[in-house]
């Protein structure tokens, strides 16, 4: 599994992606956190938060568009498929990859914050339950571009795919703010990623939360192991 992270690590800076995506997250979170922050003049991060997760529904493909597609466009799944390590090994690795630079990325972020000090303190409470929210989105994210990748070998197929289901996910989110029935909004919420962003938004660690998010990663990850277990004994 290492052997395989490595890898996808070291492909993420010897081709373009890497360096793609970090300029389009980077220069992404300047824009929305000057608009946001700086142009209001206010320590009030919730709204930069909450455009920056937005954002993540394009951004985020960048990263996991590639992963399995180019295996199986240039011939090398097989090697995968065959290589002494499990499939749940397999995956993970690529999943841990593409997680580790997202999750560089946003800490890169954090040297915003410092700036803010010239209108008043930040709320280190609200900052983190923010931050953590982002990791545990971007964590189901990267979750479903993984599966959607593992289906295609056509990278922007995989990119939009990966968009889509996202922008699904979000009209799920709004949908739920319209519903008046709390059993109506209760299910709808359990579909969608975006539903249990709120809380942390506002500094209170949500454990039902957390756990749905990272109860929604495994099963994209359980479904992407299921795809190459059944492209195995094809």
């Known amino acids: 599994m ?3 992270y490595k890898r996808e690590m070291r492909a993420y ?6 360096y793609i995506f970090l300029a389009f997250f980077l220069a992404t979170a300047a824009l929305v956190f000057s608009l946001t922050t700086l142009y ?15 954002g993540m529904i394009v951004l985020l493909p960048l990263l996991t568009m590639k992963l399995f597609s ?3 466009k240039q011939k090398t799944e097989q090697l995968l498929l065959t290589a002494p390590v499990s499939l749940f090994s397999m995956v993970f690795a690529k999943f841990l990859a593409a997680f580790t630079v997202y999750a560089g990325a946003l800490t890169v972020t954090l040297l915003f914050f410092p700036i803010l000090e010239i209108y008043g303190s930040v709320k280190l409470g609200m900052l983190f339950g923010n931050y953590l929210a982002l990791l545990l989105a971007g964590m189901a994210f990267i979750a479903i571009g993984v599966f959607i990748s593992a289906l295609t070998e056509n990278q922007l197929t995989a990119a939009v795919g990966t968009i ?3 922008i699904l996910q979000l009209g799920i989110s709004l949908l739920n703010s319209l519903l008046g029935e709390y059993w109506a909004r ?15 938004t506002q ?11 990272l109860s929604f990663t495994a099963i994209f990850l359980f479904l992407t192991v299921a795809v190459f277990h059944r492209r195995r004994y094809e």
């Open 13 to 18: 800076f010897t081709t373009p992606i890497g």
């Open 70 to 72: 180019e295996e199986r």
């Open 40 to 54: 209001a003049m206010t320590t009030d991060v919730t709204g930069y938060f909450q455009v920056l997760l937005y």
């Open 186 to 200: 209760f299910i709808v919420a359990s579909l969608s990623v975006f539903s249990r962003f709120s809380a942390f």
């Open 164 to 166: 889509g289901i996202l």
């Open 203 to 213: 500094g209170i660690f949500d454990y039902s939360a957390a756990i749905y998010y």
């Open 2 to 4: 290492i052997a395989i």
